[in-house]
């Protein structure tokens, strides 16, 4: 078991997925927080028509959404799904959102900035997403006048993101470092590195499931292609050490019954929360990557961990639930996904 851990290529055991977003305003329009809700119209209207207009492959697979004709649940999911920022459905007069057909693009239209183009990739991902995301900023860039200084770079509402405009992160699942209590230790040295670790949804938020959001800090007077080199340096450190930390782990029984205890309340249980479910699904995704359940996989687990969020339980039922009500569709679509998983009769512990 422990030789799987460290021997392992595939860093999809700690890595979940990868995110490059660009922040970009327009020359001739203030800032968003400077606009009134018929000047915001007017800037969404503009890059609305530039996206769905275009004359590229990707422009007839966007659908444009009026973020002031959503609900709450509706509004709120997108962020439990990773594609708007909390911030963003804060105040949704003026804003609008393009997204991509397979949810890997989003297209933020006056959230702090007038764009913030996003691009999310399974695993590890950094040239992919980069790739992608700077077609798309090329494609603006053709149209529109960019907000942009010979010295500064592009001019952002926010001092830190000048220069780039660019944030990488990768979100990350670090249950071992957690338990060992070397997180604080960790968020500190980052950030004398120039990045940054935050909890699943950003600054502010929680490591529920202990999954974690690092992503670099420092836009001016560095490269994108530095800051993801950078970024993908210091990820690997943590693998590493996240790896390292599961070898002494998994050889504990307490850990390894805290495992297998999740497991069995994940498929029999008829009622669970939210922050258990995550914390459950954490430890199921644990046993996973110390080679426990053999066949469950990653995405499996993944996915369930942005299906039981609240208010996306809500939009894919299609109405307003109750707290316990939530708890019992919560555990129903769980057991369902891991009905047909099962852990092998023969599998030895340590």
């Given at each position: 078991?422990?030789?799987?851990?460290?021997?392992?290529?595939d860093?999809?055991d700690?890595?979940?997925?990868?995110r490059?977003?660009f922040?970009?305003n327009?020359?001739?329009y203030?800032?968003?927080?400077?606009?009134?809700?018929?000047?915001k119209c007017?800037?969404?209207?503009?890059?609305?028509?530039?996206?769905?207009?275009?004359?590229?492959a990707l422009?007839?697979?966007?659908?444009?959404?009026?973020?002031?004709?959503?609900t709450?649940?509706?509004?709120?999911s997108?962020?439990?799904?990773?594609?708007?920022s909390?911030?963003f459905?804060?105040d949704?007069?003026?804003?609008g959102?393009l997204?991509?057909?397979?949810e890997s693009?989003?297209i933020?239209?006056?959230e702090?900035?007038?764009?913030?183009i996003?691009?999310?990739r399974?695993?590890?991902?950094?040239?992919?997403?980069?790739d992608?995301a700077?077609k798309i900023?090329?494609l603006?860039?053709?149209?529109?006048?960019?907000?942009?200084?010979?010295?500064?770079?592009?001019?952002?509402?926010?001092?830190t993101?000048?220069?780039?405009?660019?944030?990488?992160?990768?979100?990350?699942?670090l249950?071992?470092?957690?338990?060992?209590?070397?997180?604080?230790?960790?968020?500190?040295s980052?950030a004398?590195?120039g990045?940054v670790?935050r909890?699943?949804f950003g600054?502010?938020s929680?490591?529920?499931?202990?999954?974690?959001?690092?992503?670099?800090?420092?836009?001016?007077?560095?490269?994108?292609?530095?800051?993801?080199?950078?970024?993908h340096d210091?990820?690997?450190?943590?693998?590493?050490?996240?790896?390292?930390?599961?070898?002494?782990?998994?050889?504990?029984?307490?850990v390894?019954?805290?495992?297998?205890?999740?497991?069995?309340?994940?498929?029999y249980?008829?009622?669970?929360?939210?922050?258990?479910?995550?914390k459950?699904?954490?430890?199921l995704?644990?046993?996973?990557?110390?080679?426990?359940?053999?066949?469950?996989?990653?995405?499996?687990?993944?996915?369930?961990?942005v299906e039981?969020?609240?208010?996306?339980?809500?939009?894919?039922?299609?109405?307003?639930?109750?707290?316990?009500?939530?708890?019992?569709?919560?555990?129903?679509?769980?057991?369902t996904?891991?009905?047909?998983k099962?852990?092998?009769a023969?599998?030895?512990?340590?």
């Amino acid at each position: 078991m422990a030789d799987k851990i460290e021997t392992r290529k595939d860093i999809s055991d700690v890595v979940i997925s990868t995110r490059i977003r660009f922040a970009r305003n327009l020359k001739d329009y203030p800032f968003p927080c400077r606009m009134n809700t018929e000047k915001k119209c007017r800037v969404a209207a503009i890059i609305k028509e530039t996206v769905l207009e275009g004359k590229n492959a990707l422009s007839g697979r966007f659908k444009y959404i009026q973020m002031s004709e959503l609900t709450q649940e509706e509004a709120v999911s997108l962020v439990e799904r990773h594609l708007v920022s909390p911030e963003f459905i804060s105040d949704r007069e003026g804003r609008g959102l393009l997204l991509l057909d397979d949810e890997s693009v989003s297209i933020m239209i006056n959230e702090e900035d007038h764009i913030r183009i996003q691009v999310i990739r399974p695993n590890m991902d950094l040239d992919g997403a980069y790739d992608l995301a700077d077609k798309i900023d090329s494609l603006f860039d053709e149209q529109l006048n960019f907000a942009f200084n010979d010295k500064l770079g592009y001019l952002t509402q926010c001092p830190t993101n000048i220069g780039t405009g660019m944030r990488a992160s990768l979100m990350m699942h670090l249950p071992a470092l957690k338990e060992s209590g070397s997180m604080g230790k960790i968020s500190a040295s980052l950030a004398k590195l120039g990045l940054v670790i935050r909890g699943m949804f950003g600054e502010g938020s929680d490591p529920k499931g202990s999954v974690y959001q690092l992503s670099n800090q420092v836009t001016l007077g560095i490269s994108e292609k530095e800051a993801i080199n950078n970024l993908h340096d210091i990820a690997m450190q943590l693998v590493a050490q996240e790896r390292a930390a599961r070898t002494a782990m998994a050889k504990n029984i307490t850990v390894l019954d805290g495992i297998y205890r999740s497991f069995g309340i994940l498929q029999y249980a008829k009622l669970i929360s939210n922050d258990e479910c995550m914390k459950l699904l954490s430890n199921l995704r644990f046993g996973v990557e110390i080679g426990i359940f053999e066949n469950i996989d990653f995405d499996t687990i993944n996915h369930l961990m942005v299906e039981v969020q609240p208010a996306t339980l809500m939009k894919n039922i299609g109405k307003k639930l109750t707290a316990q009500e939530r708890d019992q569709i919560r555990a129903e679509v769980v057991r369902t996904a891991l009905m047909q998983k099962k852990i092998p009769a023969n599998r030895r512990l340590g």
